[in-house]
């Protein structure tokens, strides 16, 4: 039990960070707003369109 009171007490003592600072703020969304673009460019390419337009129409003629 002394153990485990020993390592509560010294997590308490340690001055840790919480949350992210500005900088990482930053990064975190200039990288979601990147992936939001390779994203979109990737959705809305005549490929994926093709096949999203098929997916719905058999879904579409499943549910008739």
Request: overall charge positive; proline content about 0%.
């Amino acid at each position: 039990m002394q153990v485990i009171d020993a390592v509560v007490q010294r997590w308490r003592r340690t001055d840790r960070e919480e949350g992210m600072s500005t900088a990482e703020y930053a990064v975190g969304t200039i990288a979601a707003a990147a992936f939001a673009s390779l994203l979109f460019k990737i959705v809305t390419s005549s490929e994926v369109r093709t096949m999203l337009t098929g997916v719905i129409k058999r879904a579409l003629q499943l549910a008739s």
